[in-house]
């Protein structure tokens, strides 16, 4: 799920996918994210992604207006069905089983968001700047990252958690981005050796620019459009990996969020004493979240993609041929 294709000028490609090249001297990073824009505007899967996005979006800014239940308070019948008053029912505790859904879904967001920021910067300034540097630099970034990638993340993320046990959103946060940029970091140093020697950067090095200069102004905004790709990698990986914690007990059980509802439907046997829906409502809510990432991400793939441009059009050409 390596949505990381850029868009090109030219058409030339690499082993990692289509390169951004400049045009006149570079293309700013302002202009490739219209072009993003008009692409996921064009595109089903992108549009899909982002209007189921931007739902999740709109409930994390303002649950309030859409459950006016206190999530936490443990103030109604205990294990009721879904009704008018209680949408999804109440939990086993007496609490309002929408509101705690509702409520949960900024946590998840900011986890997601985070780590996707985090995660990818970290890559990005540790990618490129193997790349560029090279030499004794490059060696002994590329180690970090390579030590990180042969340890197997989740079971990395159940040792670290059990340090941390109860931690809050913000150590989730700074846990899972820490341990989780290596992948990332690998791919954007290898579409970074390939942009090396190209003329822009030879010009840069003429006219006496810094190596941080070159790297910030003159590479990484050649890399938008495979920037956003990862970070739409990070942030799914976010999702499903912080849920997975808060499910087996390792994040803090007293914040509402879509895993640590889980974790209680788990513990109070929830399919047993009749309350499927405490279960299912979080699961559901993880795989649509997980999905708008992912069909972001593979539209992403599908528009800097030129083959697959050229099979998605031939496909639309032969749907529309009259019989």
């Keep these: 799920m390596s949505a990381l294709g850029g868009f090109t000028e030219t058409g030339e490609t690499d082993a990692v996918g289509p390169v951004l090249m400049p045009s006149g001297g570079g293309i700013t990073g302002a202009r490739a994210l219209r072009r993003m824009a008009r692409a996921v505007r064009s595109n089903g899967k992108a549009t899909a992604g982002a209007v189921l996005l931007a739902l999740f979006i709109l409930v994390a800014l303002f649950p309030g207006v859409i459950a006016r239940d206190n999530p936490n308070a443990e103030i109604y019948p205990r294990s009721l069905n879904p009704s008018l008053h209680h949408l999804l029912g109440t939990t086993s505790f007496g609490q309002d089983m929408f509101a705690q859904l509702v409520w949960g879904t900024r946590p998840v967001l900011l986890i997601a968001f985070g780590v996707g920021v985090g995660a990818t910067i970290i890559a990005m300034l540790v990618g490129v700047a193997a790349a560029y540097l090279a030499g004794a630099w490059d060696g002994v970034l590329s180690l970090v990252t390579d030590v990180l990638l042969v340890i ?20 989730m946060i700074v846990v899972i981005t820490a341990t989780g940029w290596s992948f990332t970091a690998r791919q954007l140093r290898s579409q970074a050796l390939s942009l090396r020697n190209r003329d822009f ?3 840069a090095k003429v006219r006496g620019e810094r190596s941080l200069y070159i ?11 495979l920037l956003v790709a990862s970070f739409l990698t990070n942030a799914l990986y976010a999702v499903l990996f912080s849920s997975s914690l ?8 007293s914040v509402t969020s879509w895993g640590t509802m889980l974790y209680w439907a788990e513990n109070e046997e929830a399919f047993q004493i009749g ?4 279960i299912i409502a979080p699961g559901l809510c993880i795989v649509a979240l997980g999905a708008a990432f992912a069909l972001l991400n593979y539209a992403f793939d599908e528009i800097g993609n030129p083959a697959l441009r050229s099979a998605r059009s031939m496909r639309g050409k032969r749907v529309k041929r009259p019989a």
């Design 215 to 225: 790297i910030v102004v003159e590479i990484i905004p050649t890399m938008t459009s």
């Design 201 to 203: 950067l030879q010009a």
């Design 275 to 278: 309350l499927p829906l405490w």
């Design 152 to 171: 197997p993340l989740f079971p990395l993320l159940i040792i670290i958690g059990s340090y941390l046990h109860g931690v809050g959103t913000l150590v």
């Design 246 to 253: 808060q499910f087996i007990g390792l994040g803090n059980p």
